[in-house]
């Protein structure tokens, strides 16, 4: 077999690409939730450019999911390690719930029902409350199967894996000429799909592709060209196949086999990243250690349905210039101030040494 057990010194490359990553999912939600997309008149210059970002970011959430098979197929396997990372889900989730329960000027907006103050409370993972983690904790304890899988079978039986995958779930979707989940996939909102993408991770990590950053960098570009092509032209395709106005989009979704590549290409970028300073090193690990909870603070329900919606659906209005300056801009905020907030949680979980509860618990286990 090719593959190998060994394990490799920290890669700060991938840690720059998890922050790049989930600010492009800030960028993503701030074009979408954030009301810009759907403000802007179809087919105007904003409209095109408007897309063009968003097209550009949603590769983020293939990326996050293939990262994790690029670090951690090599690794040995701790289910103990979910522990910190629930307990901060269950953190942001109780006190934001909590915040709009008993807080007037946040209860105005929404008042929280008994339901869901349990919900929030309790169950924010079984609830489906953050759509990626719920998907992400129920792939994580199938990890070491997976792995012992993968390290089980050579390069060819490897890559026959990864194309079948792109052939079941990207490419025979395509021939619907309509947005349909042939094979139940969920677009990528799924258990199934971040298992997917994890298997294409790894094989990027055991079996390395030699190209160029230029490449990889034409590749994200070419990629995301398509993809954005392809949906500005969709209207073109329903009037000669539907006698009805309908959303295809079958080339913008986590499973499209554009998005799918610019994510490796990202990845791949990334991956031949030398980072040589220490302390630019530590830093680079340091936010990247936070970045998830930008997304854990930004999207919890409360949040994301009555802060966040459509306060940003003016920019969509302005000249087209200051539209992408200011879509950049206000990422950036929404960015450092959630990542500003999770200090806090960070230096309480530190005091309470709950990152270290995993370990414990596994060295308790293994002396049973």
């Known amino acids: 077999m090719e593959n190998s057990n060994a394990q490799t010194s920290r890669n700060y490359g991938i840690d720059l690409l998890r922050i790049l990553a989930m600010y492009m999912v800030v960028v993503l939600h701030v074009l979408g939730c954030g009301g810009i997309l759907e403000t802007c008149e179809r087919f105007s210059l904003n409209y095109y450019v ?38 901060t889900v269950f953190f942001y989730s109780s006190i934001i719930t909590i915040l709009f329960r008993f807080v007037p000027y946040l209860s105005k907006m929404h008042e929280v029902s008994n339901l ?13 409350q953050y759509w990626y983690f719920t998907s992400y904790f129920g792939m994580y304890f199938f990890i070491p199967f997976i792995n012992k899988t993968l390290h089980a079978i050579d390069k060819k039986e490897h890559q026959r894996l990864c194309l079948t995958i792109l052939i079941i779930f990207s490419l025979l979707p395509i021939f619907g000429l309509k947005r349909i989940d042939s094979f139940n996939a969920g677009w990528g909102y799924t258990t199934i799909w971040l298992a997917c993408l994890y298997v294409l991770g790894a094989y990027l990590k055991l079996y390395p592709i030699q190209i160029s950053k230029t490449k990889c960098f034409i590749l994200y570009l070419l990629t995301i060209f398509c993809a954005w092509f392809a949906k500005l032209m969709s209207h073109v395709l329903i009037k000669l196949f539907f006698s009805k106005e309908t959303e295809l989009d079958i080339f913008l979704d986590y499973t499209s086999i554009f998005i799918i590549l610019s994510g490796v290409a990202l990845l791949l970028l990334f991956s031949q990243i030398e980072i040589k300073s ?14 998830f909870s930008v997304y854990i603070i930004h999207v919890q329900p409360f949040v994301f349905n009555y802060i966040f919606r459509n306060k940003f659906a003016d920019l969509a209005h302005d000249n087209t210039g200051f539209m992408i300056i200011k879509v950049i801009f206000f990422a950036s ?3 450092v101030f959630c990542w500003l907030i999770d200090l806090f949680r960070y230096f309480v979980f530190k005091l309470l040494k709950v990152n270290k509860i995993s370990n414990l618990l596994r060295n308790k286990f293994n002396e049973k």
Request: positive net charge.
């Open 116 to 128: 869901e103050l349990i919900k929030g409370i309790f169950f924010p993972v079984v609830s489906r």
């Open 333 to 335: 905020v929404v960015f």
């Open 278 to 291: 220490k302390i630019t090193q530590k830093i680079i690990s340091f936010v990247s250690g936070l970045a």
């Open 50 to 87: 408007a897309w063009f970002l968003e097209t550009a970011a949603y590769c983020a959430v293939d990326v996050f999911a293939m990262i994790t098979g690029f670090v951690m197929i090599n690794t040995k396997f701790n289910g103990f390690k979910m522990i910190p990372l629930w307990l």
